[in-house]
Nanobody, 119 residues
Framework: QLQLVESGGGLVQPGGSLRLSCAAS????????IGWFRQAPGKEREGVSC????????VYADSVKGRFTISRDNAENTVYLQMNSLKPEDTAVYYC????????????WGQGTQVTVSS
């Protein structure tokens, strides 16, 4: 069973940066696509970014392109989301999820980490 634990959330001012981590245990991430979702209060869950199982493809939501970067460290069995130039509308609970493909993530979920962008 793959288990995912997010960390790195917090309160940051607009324009600031945060790096979220998603640490996996139980299985290695090598064979999984893994991505980040977010959900703000009163809004639907939104896909933010995904790293394919092959490692050859990354995808981003238009709202975060050029500001967020997803990366994975297979040696550490961890996926990261570097978030720069944060905006108040990035405020949400961020979740990592794993699956066979970026289009069908959701077999495994973390518990989420809160990101709040506010002055």
């Amino acid at each position: 069973q793959l288990q995912l634990v997010e960390s790195g959330g917090g309160l940051v001012q607009p324009g600031g940066s945060l790096r979220l981590s998603c640490a996996a245990s139980g299985r290695t991430l090598d064979n999984y696509a893994i991505g980040w979702f977010r959900q703000a209060p009163g809004k639907e869950r939104e896909g933010v970014s995904c790293f394919s199982a092959s490692g050859r493809t990354t995808v981003y939501a238009d709202s975060v392109k050029g500001r967020f970067t997803i990366s994975r460290d297979n040696a550490e069995n961890t996926v990261y989301l570097q978030m720069n130039s944060l905006k108040p509308e990035d405020t949400a609970v961020y979740y990592c999820a794993a699956g066979a493909y970026c289009s069908v993530l959701g077999d495994y979920w973390g518990q989420g980490t809160q990101v709040t962008v506010s002055s």
